[in-house]
């Protein structure tokens, strides 16, 4: 405390009274508490609840398998690179590798390469082939906006987030490869469902039973990558 800043001799500090939370920051807290899936990640050692939707739609779709090289897009805190570490033995002496990217610092991984960029900056398909050595046999990506309050507008917010992350994953996808992103109910727009369904063999909507059953959250789960001239500007590697 500095000199002269604390109450004068013989007064008593007056209690300073406790800043109230907004009615919002009360029910999100109180959800906190009441959440299986979070006391669940604190206790297994997870960054984020969010863990838990990877595994589900992992094991529903089986993308992340050993030797596998993922990309996670919007990865802070860590929770998606963190399964996607197990699950491809990335830093186990294998082939396995993931890059955790995201505007947000990421404190470091084991077993990941992280990176500190904006998906939509022209070098970062450069940046992410030289941290992979290669490739992506996976794309994943969880972003989303800060929510409004107006649901239209999010809708179309987080569209343009996945769609940012379709056009990285189509530079930096091997072929056969797979793309993950989340969405909102009423899934993908129209323009973004045909430009993925033109790009992968088969594309689903998901919703893993650890999204909160009043959210409206989706996901988007494209497998098969068929590279085309017309939707990469980067040519498929050689095999």
Sequence with gaps: MKRGSGPGRGEKARPQPAKKRSASSARWLRRQHADPYVAKAHRLGYRSRAAFKLMELDDRFHLLRPGARVVDLGAAPGGWAQVAIERVRSGQGGRGAVVALDLTPIEPLGGAVTLAADIRD??????????????????????????????????????????????????????????????????????????????????????????????????????????????????????
Excluded at 146 to 170: C, F, N, P, T, V
Excluded at 217 to 239: I, K, N, Q
């Design 122 to 239: 022209a070098e970062v398909p450069d940046l992410v082939r030289a941290a992979l050595d290669g490739v992506a046999d996976v794309v994943l990506s969880d972003m989303a906006p800060a929510a409004s309050g107006h649901a239209g507008a999010d809708h179309l917010r987080i569209i343009a987030l996945a769609e940012a992350a379709l056009d990285l994953a189509l530079e930096i996808l091997a072929p056969g490869g797979s793309f993950i992103a989340k969405v909102w109910q009423g899934g993908a727009a129209p323009d973004l469902l045909a430009k993925l369904k033109r790009a992968f063999a088969s594309v689903r909507h998901a919703k893993p039973p650890a999204s909160r059953a009043e959210s409206a959250e989706l996901y988007v789960v494209a497998r098969g990558y068929r590279p085309h001239p017309r939707l990469s500007s980067t040519p498929p590697p050689p095999a």
